[in-house]
């Protein structure tokens, strides 16, 4: 056997190893992913049927960031780590949420912008004002398409 164990055929970027647009698509990721090494199979293109059995391929929280013991955990089905997945992705999706509620009233891009700034000045996170410009403008985008 060429690849040793029980291999198969990554589901998340079908081998590439790389997650593309097309991959993101198809998962019904385009507001939470951009295109990247895939964290899925580290890049390999291969992964364990173990893995297939328990971790749906458009798990966000299973990202190139996770540490390697959180990875361990959500393949061995432990709770705790699949409770954090699970907050993980309702965080994005009230991001996304909150994101359409202020378009929706009548909030300019930049507007929306500003506000996430003044929350994220109480509770401090990483993105740039330009990076939140672009995510913005995605998610706008994506819900007129
Ligand atoms: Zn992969």
């Not at 393949?75 to 992705?89: F, L, M, N, S, T």
């Not at 999706?93 to 930049?110: A, C």
Request: a negative charge; aromatic letters at 8%; hydrophobic letters at 35%.
């Amino acid at each position: 056997m060429i690849f040793g164990g029980n291999k198969v055929e990554c589901p998340r970027c079908l081998g590439k190893g790389v997650v593309e647009k097309e991959d993101i698509i198809r998962l019904d990721r385009v507001l939470h992913w951009a295109p990247d090494s895939c964290a899925y199979c580290q890049g390999q293109g291969k992964v364990s049927t173990e893995m297939v059995e328990m971790v749906p391929p458009g798990l966000s929280y299973l990202s190139t960031n996770l540490p390697f013991y959180e990875r361990e955990a959500l393949i061995k089905g432990d709770p705790a780590a699949w409770e954090r997945a699970e907050y993980d992705e309702l965080v994005a999706q009230l991001y996304i949420d909150e994101i359409i509620f202020l378009h929706r009233h009548d909030l300019s891009n930049e507007q929306i912008v500003s506000f996430f700034q003044l929350r994220s000045s109480l509770s401090p996170q990483e993105e740039s004002r330009e990076e939140l410009e672009v995510y913005v403008q995605r998610v706008i985008e994506h819900l007129t398409v």
